[in-house]
């Protein structure tokens, strides 16, 4: 028996017999003239060698088609606009949404205490003024998150 996660390695592409020519020709076009040596690792050569180490070029993929660079200018003026103050509001909002929910549920847990006698109708009430508190609670913690996530805390 084996025990522990078995992994396999994953299969090569193979295209269906139908296509097997043209997906031939297509790797013969886009080979790489030249194939380039892989980079040689940082930790492998000693601490003083920076100045020796030649610098690889990248390659930079450039577009033939003509409309393309006028499209993706033009879709980087639909992007919105980054505003710097914003994660700050978010943040004041989730305040101000959580001190909300907390409120709701120290009500709802309050009403449900002096609720115990009275029968169904109260305590359906105070459960669901403690739910939305938690909803609320809840609304802030992500809203303070996505705050924080945009000013690059999280």
Do not use: N
Not at 37 to 66: C, D, I, K, N, Y
Not at 84 to 92: N, P, T
């Amino acid at each position: 028996m084996v025990y522990g996660p078995q992994r396999r390695e994953p299969r090569r592409f193979e295209p269906p017999p139908w296509e097997r020519e043209q997906f031939e020709r297509f790797e013969q076009e886009h080979a790489p003239a030249t194939p380039r040596a892989a980079p040689e690792s940082p930790f492998a050569r000693p601490l003083g060698a920076e100045a020796e180490v030649p610098v690889p070029e990248l390659a930079v993929p450039q577009t033939e088609a003509p409309g393309v660079d006028a499209m993706l200018l033009a879709l980087k003026a639909e992007e919105p606009a980054v505003v710097e103050g914003a994660w700050r509001f978010g943040l004041v909002a989730a305040a101000f949404v959580g001190t909300i929910g907390l409120m709701l549920v120290i009500w709802g847990m309050v009403a449900l205490a002096r609720s115990a006698g009275s029968g169904p109708a109260g305590i359906m009430g105070a459960t669901i003024m403690s739910v939305m508190g938690g909803l609320f609670v809840g609304l802030a913690a992500w809203m303070g998150a996505r705050s924080l996530k945009q000013r690059g805390v999280l």
